[in-house]
């Protein structure tokens, strides 16, 4: 009898006002978000914790104290073992959730897989696009406490799925619908809105932003909504560090000016939280009727839409049994071998490949890049984001 168990990642979120301060401390006390030694990040974590604190309970206050995003992520693993189940993909399927910065966290979830006995573990993070400060880090925590815990079931890891088909048809028709409603009020403008990083980060290798730009062109084709206006921008900039752009309030205020209707996609995330109900409803929200844009809808999230959930389903039922080719994937490593395949082969025994429809597309995007550079194309109008003096803003 086949036992599976699959582990949803994601970042977590506050559950209560109370619970904002210590999630806080936990998100900057992770060596993928400040790389100083233990002792100094420790100290900086106490300091920026509290500080942004008041903040962010002021964010978490206009969203009933606390986070949608682990209620959702529970509809998606109930949806998840529903479409395993259905699948027949193992005699036993149990989902878990690992949560990086608030509860249920990644001791209690190694426990429950250990207890769960399972033949096969598959890690898969909630994050489409690979980056070091997301999925890394969730990876490697678990790599760490399941080894700690005497957790020794085979396991594969799934790095990501930017250009997953379910995924992206999930997205395509979300976007779709946001448009039509958009085009009553002129010729809608798509701002695919993605969780920004410090620029640093990407000069080191980290594949993030160029998958981002990977899913907004999968789903921008998967649309075949004929000359589509389209741009990739970035949201949630905090700290003092330069961070990739342009800056998705840019993309809203350029929208203003040109009196286009905004229709904003947060294609990095695939829940709800405090980032797309508060950040890009409100505040961007706002923003967009201060600055005359004729009309503002932001798509929502797939959460546990039938084509995301399958599309996960597929993903696993090719990790149980990797083809050869299938690369590893927790190893970012250089820049040169960043991106790899959707499916990953035993944790760390091998370097990242790139694989030829990813490592094709990676180079159509670099093309259209240096093409709209040369033009002066409309990223002249988005800056690249700029640091904003410190951690509190
Ligand atoms: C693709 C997803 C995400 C990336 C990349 C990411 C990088 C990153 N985030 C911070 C700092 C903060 N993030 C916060 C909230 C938050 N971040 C993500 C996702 C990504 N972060 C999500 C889903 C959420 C919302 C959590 C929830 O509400 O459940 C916060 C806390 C909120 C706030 O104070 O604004 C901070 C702080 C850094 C520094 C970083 C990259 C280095
Ligand atoms: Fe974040
Ligand atoms: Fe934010």
Known sequence: MSRLAVVLFNLGGPDS?????????????????????????????????????????????????????????????????????????????????????????????????KAFKPDTVILLPLYPQYSGSTSGSSLTTWVRTAEKRGLTAETHTICCYPTQAGFVAAMARLTREGVEKARAHGRPRVLFSAHGLPKISIEKGDPYQSQVEMTAAAIVAAMGVPDLDWVVCYQSRVGPLEWIGPDTDSEIERAGHDKVPAVVVPLAFVSEHSETLVELDIEYGELAEARGVPAYVRVPTVQADAAFIDGLADLVTRAVRPESGDGCLIEAGPAKGRLCSQVGSRVCDAKWTMCPHVQSEETDIRNRDSKRADEGAHRENGKTGKGNGGWNT
């Open 17 to 113: 006002l109370d619970s904002v301060k210590p999630f806080l401390f936990n998100l900057f006390n992770d060596p993928a978000i400040i790389g100083a030694p233990a002792p100094v990040r420790w100290v900086l974590a106490k300091l920026i914790s509290s500080r942004r604190a008041p903040i962010a309970r002021a964010i978490y206050e206009q969203i009933g104290g606390k986070s949608p995003l682990v209620p959702q992520t529970e509809a998606q693993a109930t949806a998840l073992t529903a479409a395993l189940e259905a699948r027949g993909v193992a005699d036993a399927v149990g989902v878990f959730l690992a949560m990086r910065y608030w509860h249920p966290m990644t001791r209690a979830a190694v426990d429950r897989v």
